[in-house]
């Protein structure tokens, strides 16, 4: 599902490209319900998934429109291939334990909120409504989970360790949230979103102030993981996809 060069084109495959980052997360942190150290850190991580579910189906309800095919957010969330999905590789990788899952919110919501302020100011009036609405859920979010990450961080031995190889192992998947693609290059050229190197900056000084707080040493900043913007995702994605599309694909159309 490449973008086509027209206006129409570009704008459905960025947004996309945002709903698949809130639909990935969501189904990621759903994964907790159940399974979470604390009753109230599973009522946050069932609440933070919703959040995520409903930013993703305001987002693929205006890629819909702007597709023009007849397809339902339902459709998009659902009946799409692995190679179809449009979202970084940070939010596809596995909850592991309590400080993986922190560390990924952490990291990734860190500039989730940069871009969110961006995208408040878009030129696109639709997607500029929504980011405004978005902010305040992510603004929460991210309050939250960097809590979390200076309470472990910067707490007992075995969770100083947690933390600091939690942030080791994902830091990979870090650069790209500010590689550019052709769709990118639009959103910039177009006033519709930022260009993804220009949230670097601020996202170096959020990220450094709270793990300098937490005791963490920032990983040094090598290789890269990239490609789920492009459609080449990890091996854990089809995973994630098995689970979240199988209701859907054994019983199309079905409603309650």
């Known amino acids: ?10 704008r459905f495959a960025y947004l996309l490209q945002l709903g698949d980052n809130a639909l990935i997360l969501g189904q990621r942190l759903g994964e907790w319900v159940g399974h979470a150290p604390e009753l109230e850190e599973e009522l946050a991580l069932a609440n933070f998934a919703l959040d995520y579910i409903g930013q993703a189906r305001a987002l693929f309800t205006l890629a819909a429109e ?41 990291l990734f919501e860190s500039f989730y909120q940069i871009q969110l302020e961006a995208l408040a100011e878009s030129s696109d009036a639709q997607l500029a409504q929504l980011a405004q609405k978005v902010q305040k859920e992510i603004r929460y979010h991210l309050r939250h989970t960097a809590q979390w990450v200076v309470r472990l961080g910067d707490g007992t031995e075995l969770s100083h360790q ?48 709270v793990l300098e707080e937490a005791t963490i040493a920032r990983p040094e900043s090598g290789w890269m993981a990239s490609g789920g913007k492009d459609g080449r995702h990890s091996e854990h994605m089809g995973h994630l996809l098995a689970d979240m599309q199988f209701l859907q694909r054994a019983y199309p159309g079905a409603t309650w």
Not at 75 to 98: I, W
Not at 184 to 195: I, K, L, N, R
């Open 1 to 10: 599902m490449s973008p086509s060069g027209d206006p129409g084109g570009m």
């Open 66 to 106: 702007t597709e023009g095919y007849g397809r339902s957010e339902d459709d998009l969330a659902f009946l799409r291939d692995g190679m179809d999905y449009r979202n970084v590789l940070l939010v596809e990788q596995p909850n592991g334990n309590f400080a993986d899952t922190l560390a990924r919110q952490f």
């Open 162 to 209: 947690r933390m600091q190889h939690a942030i080791d192992g994902l830091w990979r998947f870090t650069g790209e949230l500010f590689s550019a693609n052709a769709v990118d290059h639009w959103a910039a050229e177009s006033a519709v979103g930022p260009s993804p190197p220009s949230l670097q900056r601020p996202w170096d000084t959020l990220v450094d102030e």
